[in-house]
């Protein structure tokens, strides 16, 4: 049986925590491990970050959308903006890649997206905004249904 989750929420800093634990708070239900849920918040507040910092800079009059569905011990997380897009996204896919240096970006959010989940595909058009597609087998779960 599937579950599934939807927010949307204002494209404010410090929303990004708010995002980290819906997901988290939504996912605990299949009992992962504490790094398998620890490596989805981060996951989370990074793609959050970058929709937030990059695709709207930081214009809090975008929003940004999450959603979650659970099937059996998969997690399939989407996180979407409409903001900027991304330019050229395989450069930005390059670990180290920032356009804030101002800002001391690392650079490393698709890296770190891409080492803790199993799958990360994003689709992106300047102007139009990013969609980050990802998804997490869990090594351990709790029926939705029994």
Do not use: W
Request: hydrophobic share 35%.
């Amino acid at each position: 049986m599937k579950n599934e989750m939807n927010i949307e929420f204002s494209a404010l800093s410090q929303n990004e925590s708010f995002a980290r634990v819906t997901v988290a708070s939504f996912i605990a239900q299949l009992d992962p491990t504490m790094d398998e849920l620890t490596e989805i918040k981060t996951v989370v507040s990074e793609a959050v970050t970058n929709a937030i910092i990059h695709g709207y800079e930081e214009n809090c009059n975008g929003k940004v959308y999450i959603s979650v569905t659970l099937d059996d011990h998969v997690v399939y997380l989407t996180i979407r903006d409409e903001g900027l897009g991304i330019t050229d996204l395989d450069e930005a896919r390059q670990p180290l890649f920032t356009t804030k240096p101002e800002l001391e970006r690392s650079g490393m959010g698709f890296t770190i997206m891409e080492n803790f989940m199993d799958d990360v595909s994003v689709d992106s058009s300047p102007e139009m905004g990013t969609t980050i597609r990802l998804t997490k087998h869990l090594s351990k779960s709790k029926a939705l249904c029994n």
